[in-house]
């Protein structure tokens, strides 16, 4: 198992959505920094992605040969043609600039803020292909269940230390760092990220459709 590779899928995912810019809109808030409150984000983001990523490494075994064979069955590539054509063309219509910045409930009872953790980690498992592609480096290692289970631990770590990091940098500086995070906070929010990834997704499971109907070689 390359561990390097799987740091770096980390990283990449953690310039997410839910693991990046949900948490610099909680240090750009006016008021003192709820540290509490982003840790409890961030550790509810975390736990979803761990929970998915060991039950889908550790079930790989039982469940690959007969989703394999499902997937692989003319009407259902057919389907995944279909949606895969039209992600692709749906990504050039999103336009993250009209999008209104939501504000993260900051009062009152936890149950919204973890909510919201959910909701966003639910949103983005299946289009954060660094994610995918590291679950697939892991269920095919030859590491047993426990050291899956550490693996995809310490990923999850790694894919949310960035913000713990700059919780940390907030806290030590003060409204100095808050010019920086409004500006980037500003262009996660207006870049047509989320376009790209929708859009290379759906190239792909067009792509992977195709090939399967033999529609290309």
Not at 172 to 178: P, Q
Request: hydrophobic content about 55%.
């Amino acid at each position: 198992m390359d561990l390097a590779s799987l740091a770096v899928l980390a990283l990449i995912d953690s310039t997410s959505f839910g693991t990046l810019l949900i948490p610099i809109w909680f240090l750009i808030q006016p008021g003192p920094v709820r540290a509490g409150r982003v840790l409890l984000f961030l550790g509810t983001v975390a736990l979803f992605y761990f929970g998915i990523g060991v039950a889908a490494a550790l079930g790989a075994d039982r469940f690959l040969p007969q989703l394999t064979r499902l997937l692989d069955s003319r009407p259902v590539l057919w389907v995944l043609l279909a949606i895969g054509v039209g992600m692709f063309f749906y990504s050039f219509r999103m336009d993250g600039r009209k999008k209104p910045l939501p504000t993260p409930p900051l009062e009152g009872s936890l149950l919204p803020l973890a909510g919201l953790a959910l909701a966003a980690a639910a949103a983005e498992v299946t289009t954060m292909l660094p994610y995918i592609a590291a679950i697939g480096l892991i269920t095919t290692s030859s590491m047993n269940a426990a050291q899956i289970t550490l693996t995809m631990a310490g990923y999850c770590l790694v894919m949310i230390t960035p913000a713990i990091a700059l919780l940390g940098l907030r806290l030590a500086t003060g409204k100095r760092l808050l010019p920086v995070l409004t500006r980037f906070s500003e262009w996660l929010a207006s870049s047509d990220m989320m376009g790209w990834v929708v859009g290379i997704v759906g190239f792909l499971l067009a792509r992977y459709a195709a090939a399967g109907l033999h529609l290309i070689g």
